[in-house]
């Protein structure tokens, strides 16, 4: 079952650029994370935002989440050639559930 | 540094085998968690277990069963493998939140193909 959606699914940019991913989601959440994943290895966890939160900052990261569009963007400011890879958003579903969903994934290249 | 293994990194059998994949967590954590990754599909979730000896079904558990022994170790398996199993197998754990903060640690992974 897909939860989460991101947009769009490959973005190419220059070092020192912003880069801005999006991510639709369907049913009510507690919290949306997202997460970073290089090339054939496992996902690393970025940033979590609660449901009653709507900005969220750690470094160069800056997250939004809007549950009355159920949407959340993840902004990476300044970008680097090492962040390039793909970004997975996830949503967990109120009731006290363990498990995440997660979406499809978008794949970042940042290039030098 | 927390820390989640997995047996293997790259993994080649053949038709028909029994396969196992074993993920262990230093992390004393409840939960352990098993998805396979395919390309424009990806992270559906085989398996979930909250406890030692617990387990839950995930998306798409067919083809598949898991082993909860102790804590820290969470077993995949492939009863008879087959082909379309050939994929990015990845374990993650997160401890108990009540879903209000379940952040998932995930290992390398394990690139299995099937003969």
């Known amino acids: 079952s897909q939860q989460g959606e991101e947009d769009p699914q490959a973005l190419s940019i220059q070092e020192g650029e912003n880069a801005t991913m999006n991510c639709s989601y369907k049913t009510s959440i507690n919290n949306l994370q997202w997460y970073r994943q290089n090339s054939g290895r496992g996902l690393v966890h970025l940033i979590l935002i609660r449901s009653n939160e709507r900005e969220k900052h750690s470094g160069r990261l800056r997250v939004t989440l809007d549950t009355s569009k159920k949407s959340s963007s993840l902004l990476i400011t300044a970008s680097r050639a090492a962040d390039t890879a793909s970004y997975f958003c996830?949503?967990?579903?109120?009731?006290?559930?363990?498990?995440?969903?997660f979406g499809k994934g978008m794949k970042l290249t940042v290039n030098p | 540094d927390v820390k989640v293994t997995q047996s293997s990194r790259y993994l080649v059998k053949r038709t028909g085998e029994k396969v196992f994949l074993e993920c262990v967590q230093d992390?004393?954590?409840?939960?352990m968690f098993w998805y396979r990754q395919d390309p424009g599909l990806g992270l559906r979730l085989i398996y979930f277990?909250?406890?030692?000896?617990?387990?839950e079904k995930g998306d798409i558990p067919e083809g598949y069963s898991v082993s909860r022994e102790k804590k820290e170790r969470f077993s995949l398996i492939l009863e008879s493998a087959s082909t379309n199993q050939t994929s990015m197998y990845l374990c993650a754990s997160s401890p108990p939140s009540g879903g209000i903060y379940n952040e998932q640690f995930f290992g390398p992974g394990t690139r299995l193909t099937v003969l």
């Open positions: 992390m004393d954590h409840e939960n």
């Open positions: 277990s909250y406890d030692v000896k617990m387990k």
């Open positions: 996830a949503t967990d579903t109120q009731g006290g559930s363990e498990k995440l969903v």
